[in-house]
């Protein structure tokens, strides 16, 4: 079944505490991305990737780091969680012709003490 | 740069009525056009896209929605409303012209809530 997953699903941890949210899509896309989705603001990027080793910023990046070292795994890393940073993670993937869809993970929802 | 409104943060239909979910964007171009839904507890699901041809675009569930380019919107409509539809609904754009992030700019979403 064709699927993008995240791990962990749930996640409290206390600020300063780094984390991993890993993410892994088994559809051989070349692009991912992560957002963060908040009441009232919808979906922000984080950051995204064209392909392996190739990363760069989205619209709200602060605090947040990724790597792609594989094609199918994108994870997201919070060297330091801060309280600003609880929010509803997804991870997306997606075939780069133009017009294609994203597919999304169930998401993580995050809560930093 | 580029911006999606959602109007309405709620929506509520009687079940069997014609439902609209309205979405207008601010993008330079003609940008590829989606909704997607979004069930409690559950991840993005995609309904549907605009790319090119036919204003009328159908989807999953029974959604269709309508690209008007004059009025840059792309409301999300059913003739026939059911429960299981009430959700969080989003509309979302990418733009057409290459070399840019691909990333989905998305309005803030409407709780569709449809009433038996």
């Known amino acids: 079944e064709a699927q993008v997953t995240q791990n962990p699903r749930y996640l409290i941890t206390v600020t300063g505490k780094k984390l991993t949210v890993t993410c892994s899509q088994n559809?051989?896309?070349?692009?991912m991305s992560w957002y963060r989705q908040d009441p009232g603001l919808g979906l922000r990027q984080i950051y995204y990737?064209?392909?392996?080793?190739?990363?760069d910023k989205g619209d709200v990046p602060e605090g947040y780091k990724v790597s792609r070292k594989e094609k199918r795994n994108f994870p997201l890393i919070l060297e330091s969680p801060s309280p600003n940073q609880t929010s509803l993670y997804f991870c997306?993937?997606?075939?780069?012709?133009?017009?294609?869809?994203?597919?999304f993970g169930p998401g993580t929802r995050l809560t930093v003490l | 740069a580029q911006s999606v409104a959602q109007p309405e943060d709620q929506v509520n239909v009687a079940e069997g009525n014609p439902l609209t979910v309205k979405c207008t964007y601010s993008?330079?171009?003609?940008?590829?056009l989606f909704w997607y839904v979004q069930y409690p507890n559950r991840g993005l699901q995609f309904l549907l896209k605009?790319?090119?041809?036919?204003?009328l675009v159908k989807g999953s569930y029974g959604f269709e929605a309508e690209f008007n380019k004059s009025q840059t919107s792309f409301h999300l409509k059913k003739p026939s409303a059911l429960v299981s539809d009430s959700a969080l609904y989003f509309c979302?754009?990418?733009?057409?012209?290459?070399?840019?992030?691909?990333?989905?700019?998305f309005g803030k979403g409407t709780h569709l809530i449809i009433q038996p």
């Open positions: 997306a993937s997606m075939g780069v012709a133009g017009g294609n869809e994203q597919f």
């Open positions: 559809m051989n896309h070349e692009y």
């Open positions: 990737s064209m392909n392996v080793e190739v990363t």
């Open positions: 993008v330079s171009g003609n940008p590829y």
């Open positions: 605009y790319i090119t041809g036919d204003n």
């Open positions: 979302a754009v990418r733009p057409r012209s290459g070399g840019g992030a691909d990333g989905l700019t």
